[in-house]
């Protein structure tokens, strides 16, 4: 099987010291590619170092081999507060090293006390930029479903489409969503009793729109459906991105598809937005 993980963290600071063994892991697991999504200037150094450690991955002891990664650079609207007065040129020159993906971006009302002034500006800026060399782009919205439409209607997109990462929006968005060129992706974190609503949602994304992801380290499953396990160094449970195919499971299971059929799906789903866009130069 060849999971594809449409959305993670692994450079996130609490999977230091991890980061070998959960790629060991994952290659056994059946992971064959992952978007791994940058959040602010601080952690795009490490994004690009993980690219080339895995490209140049050729001895067989190294542990990702076997698993493309995809890093996309981009500022979190979390993490606006950080940006420095160069961040776009910044962000431009990780593009120019890889001219892979753009993400994570977005725009959140939800989270308590994050200004939500600057954040369509700084959207825009990083849309334009995906447009601009037709590089796909995660979005992450949270309660500003129908300003991101406007926005995604009235600015330039990605040819190849983008992902709406963790899509929690209401299922009525999704066909104008879909025509705007929009993947939608499922975490493990929906496959939790009380978030019927949003599974539910997933019945109405077309099926060629499709896309699966772990958030890892964040969004875990429910303690019954996960099968890796895994601790931060703060003793808090962390979500490991081997759990993949227990999403893939989880969904399979409640869509009531065959698994082999959702998974080819998927994976040429991941392809044709993903793919080619993550060329390293030498
Ligand atoms: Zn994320």
Known sequence: MNYCDAHNHLQDDRLDGHLDDLLTTCARAGIARMVVNG?????????????????????????????????????HPWYLARRTPEWLEHLEHYLTEIPSAVGEIGLDRW?????????????????????????????????????????????????????????????ELIPALARLGAYFSFPGYFLHARKERQRETFKAVPSDRLLIETDAPDQSLPPENIRYPLTGRDGKPLNHPANLEAVYAGLAKYLGEDLNTLAAKVENNFQRVFAEGHLLKN
């Open 111 to 171: 989270k308590p006390d994050l200004p939500y002034a600057g954040q369509e500006a700084a959207f825009v800026a990083q849309l334009r930029l995906a447009a601009d060399r037709n590089l796909p782009v995660s979005i992450h919205c949270l309660q500003a479903w129908g300003r991101l439409l406007e926005l995604l209607r009235s600015h330039p997109r990605p040819e190849r489409g983008f992902l709406l990462h963790s899509f929690g929006g209401p299922a």
């Open 39 to 75: 959040t602010c200037e601080a952690d795009w150094p490490q994004l690009l170092a993980l690219a080339r450690h895995a490209a140049s991955a050729e001895d067989p002891a190294v542990p990702a081999r076997g698993i493309q990664i995809i890093p996309s650079f981009g500022y």
